[in-house]
């Protein structure tokens, strides 16, 4: 069996190979996809839907909406397309927007805040409905963003892991979009037909915040200098520790025994001879 479009069997091979890549999903999982209603966790869901009906091993499916409360939030349109076709779904109301208004002070940015709320919710809901995977849509530009936001404003090179333990070692947490472009995901929501739905959170599209300053940065990047996204995702998979500055990766006594071992084993041979330096021709 073929698959629909040429867009879909692109994104298919993209997902699998992170799938395969870092062992992502295993025989009888119940993977639960982490559905907001925008482009990416419904392209998410789809691709997975298509990968699981031909995948060699067996695995399920389970939508979680998590509503943060807002009013003009369209979670019955969310209920309605996991319905029609055929999708095991869950909506969780709840009062995070409320939340966040109380704690944090006006002009500050809620995004990391909402994040945290919503994976704790969705921790608790993966017990209970007996998920043993967490499948979260960020693709490719999101891991880029992520590292230029941890390089530009935190002093961190990280960036996010395609897999990750929770701390309390209960939940496992996937991202089978490593290698999917947002573009691609834009698109392959459309072509399925599929609602994209917006958080209605007032910050929700705020160009000010940090990381639309490096979305448009990697854009205008790209504009200029095409694959440069690739490239920098490949070099989330290329470090080099030991040309770094981070004294954890390179303990300063190591270094020293390394130098004097390097210096030992050197090949005088290939030295060049005081001589030529004091009386250069």
């Known amino acids: 069996m073929g698959y629909r479009t040429e867009l879909e069997a692109r994104i298919a091979k993209r997902t699998t190979k992170a799938i395969v890549d870092y062992a992502m999903i295993e025989d009888g999982d119940r993977v639960m996809v982490g559905l907001s209603g925008g482009k990416d966790s419904w392209a998410l869901l789809q691709i997975l839907d298509v990968l699981r009906r031909r995948a060699p091993i067996r695995f399920s499916l389970v939508a979680v909406n998590v509503d943060s409360g807002y009013k003009e939030y369209k979670h019955e349109l969310i209920a309605k397309t996991c319905t029609d076709r055929g999708w095991e779904y869950r909506i969780e109301h709840t009062g995070i927007g409320e939340t966040i208004d109380d704690i944090l002070d006006d002009g500050a940015t809620p995004c990391s805040l909402c994040a945290r709320l919503r994976r704790g919710v969705l921790y608790r809901i993966a017990t209970e409905v007996g998920a043993t995977k967490i499948a979260l849509g960020h693709h490719a530009d999101d891991f880029i963003e992520t590292l230029l936001l941890n390089l530009f404003f935190a002093g961190a090179l990280k960036a996010m892991p395609a897999k990750l333990l929770s701390d309390d070692g209960a939940h496992v947490v996937i991202r089978p979009l490593v290698f999917v472009g947002e573009d691609e995901a834009r698109a392959y929501t459309r072509e399925c037909d599929l609602p994209i739905i917006g958080c209605c959170c007032p910050a929700c599209g705020d160009l000010g915040l940090q990381r639309q ?65 004091r009386n250069p021709q």
């Open 213 to 277: 300053r490096a979305k448009r940065l990697l854009m205008e990047l790209e504009r200029e200098h095409p694959g440069v996204k690739n490239s920098m995702l490949k070099a989330l998979g290329n470090v080099q520790p030991r040309h770094l500055l981070d004294t954890r990766l390179n303990p300063p006594a190591d270094l020293i025994a390394d130098c004097g071992l390097r210096n030992a084993d050197f090949d005088r041979s290939r030295m060049i001879p005081q001589s030529a330096i």
